[in-house]
């Protein structure tokens, strides 16, 4: 529970703790289209921090900021009105701040202030985020926490209910890997084969003057490893610093 904040921070690797507000609400304008409201105290993005994609993160009482999924289902955009049923029966009327890349309930989440969303619904249930000091043990401080009364459950991370998006998209990109594999190695091979052929008449002098196939097997390897070796290190260099953290 929330009470237990002081408790939780003075255990060794915990560097940040707030209490986690969640509740599911609909809209207002559409009844069928379901929200999941997660309100904490402070800044949330200490602990969740989806990408922006427009507008900012909340600052006021009654700013929110909207999942992409619900936003493009509700035609939400900064400044738009966001109304909220919620189970308590009140309704809560909020100000898109922005726009977030989340993949929580396929992008219908909307992130608000605690206090706005338990003064129309007390009930929230909580329970506590914690975020671990740089080189701190999972397993140390999760063994902290059940001896302070914890309950230990397998967690779904980011993705959760998005498992099945994200599993799918894992397969696109191993597929379109594969056939850039394919396509990659057929140009190398015959960038290989025009390099042997270019070589002809140095072979040929080579052969003459006496030399083996290990002469021959040595040159064409050097012409090789020419074209090979600098595509190689650049590709590595650009998967390190460039692609992999824009993906």
Do not use: K, W
């Given at each position: 529970?929330?009470s ?28 069928g ?57 009140r ?48 397993a ?33 990109l ?22 042997a ?6 072979i ?27 595509a ?16």
């Open positions: 529970p929330a237990a904040v002081p408790r939780v921070r003075r255990v060794a690797g915990v560097a940040a703790v707030a209490p986690r507000y969640e509740v599911q609400a609909l809209d207002s304008f559409s009844l289209e379901t929200i999941d409201l997660v309100g904490y105290p402070g800044d949330h993005t200490v602990f969740e921090a989806p990408p922006l994609v427009a507008g900012r993160r909340l600052r006021g009482a009654a700013d929110a900021e909207v999942g992409r999924g619900l936003a493009q289902v509700l035609g939400l955009s900064p400044g738009s009105l966001l109304a909220v049923q919620l189970p308590s029966g309704e809560e009327r909020l100000r898109v701040a922005g726009i977030v890349d989340s993949l929580q309930h396929d992008g219908r989440v909307v992130y608000v202030p605690a206090a706005a969303l338990l003064a129309n619904e007390p009930s929230a249930s909580e329970q506590l985020a914690v975020r671990l000091s740089a080189g701190a043990s999972p140390a401080v999760t063994r902290r926490l059940v001896a302070l009364g914890a309950l230990r459950r397998a967690a779904g991370g980011a993705t959760g209910r998005g498992r099945s998006l994200i599993q799918a998209l894992s397969a696109i191993r597929a379109v890997a594969i056939v850039d594999g394919l396509v990659c190695v057929d140009a190398l091979m015959q960038a290989l084969f025009l390099t052929r270019e070589r002809r008449a140095t040929a002098v080579l052969r003459a003057c006496g030399a083996g196939a290990g002469a021959v097997r040595l040159l064409l390897g050097g012409a090789a490893a020419a074209a090979v070796l600098p190689a290190v650049i590709g590595a260099l650009l998967e390190r610093l460039v692609l992999g953290p824009a993906m």
